[in-house]
């Protein structure tokens, strides 16, 4: 297994997923859960996610290919998804279904796409592309299942954090995550949109 390929995909990876900068947005999301619906909609969100990035990496440029979907298309649509989100965030909205299950949070937005979100998939693809044999897929591979278990971590200590913050707190938290997901989805979206300017051509 090449350990220069594995060091530097699972680094790109973290950097993108950003472990800590989710705490927020989890426990917004998640306030109204108690520890155990919690711990499963962390885990929910890490396996969602793994499928996802793993299926774009063995299969992403025929799927984009064949859907004639372009991955700055998939940046626009993720960032329009996370505005959403964000909104019902600065509103205190919830769901209560969400709130009662957790289910749906595990799969959107924490799974899809703030998880499996353009900026992982298209590192996972562009890894896969640049892996040299099976031993260098497997690198790639290990490299997701070992991000995946360190932001399983992060969050799995998001109930430890929520009893430090308190009601107040953790609604705070709330509030700014849902600033700071409206900042991402606005700036995914223009990624998206420059990026879809890019490929046209002129005239």
Not at 78 to 92: A, F, N, R
Not at 153 to 180: C, E, K, N, P, Y
Request: aromatic share 6%; hydrophobic share 55%.
């Amino acid at each position: 297994m090449d350990l220069y390929l594995f060091t530097s995909t699972l680094l790109t990876l973290l950097v993108i997923l950003d472990p800590p900068g989710l705490l927020p947005v989890f426990l917004g999301l998640t306030r109204r859960m108690d520890v155990a619906e919690r711990h499963r909609s962390a885990a929910s969100a890490c396996l969602v996610a793994f499928g996802v990035i793993a299926g774009f990496a063995l299969f992403g440029q025929q799927i984009l290919d064949y859907l004639h979907v372009s991955i700055p298309a998939l940046q626009v649509a993720g960032g329009l998804l996370l505005l959403l989100i964000s909104l019902e965030l600065l509103q205190g909205k919830s769901n209560g279904d969400v709130s009662e299950e957790g289910t749906n949070v595990a799969i959107v937005p924490l799974g899809i796409p703030l998880l499996a979100g353009p900026g992982s998939i298209v590192a996972i693809m562009l890894a896969v592309r640049h892996a040299d044999g099976l031993a260098d897929v497997v690198a790639v591979g290990s490299a997701l299942a070992a991000a995946m278990v360190l932001v399983y971590v992060s969050l799995r200590f998001a109930g430890q954090i929520s009893r430090v913050l308190r009601r107040s707190g953790t609604t705070l938290a709330s509030r700014v995550a849902g600033l700071l997901l409206a900042g991402i989805s606005v700036q995914m979206a223009a990624d998206g949109v420059f990026g879809f300017l890019r490929t046209q051509p002129l005239g």
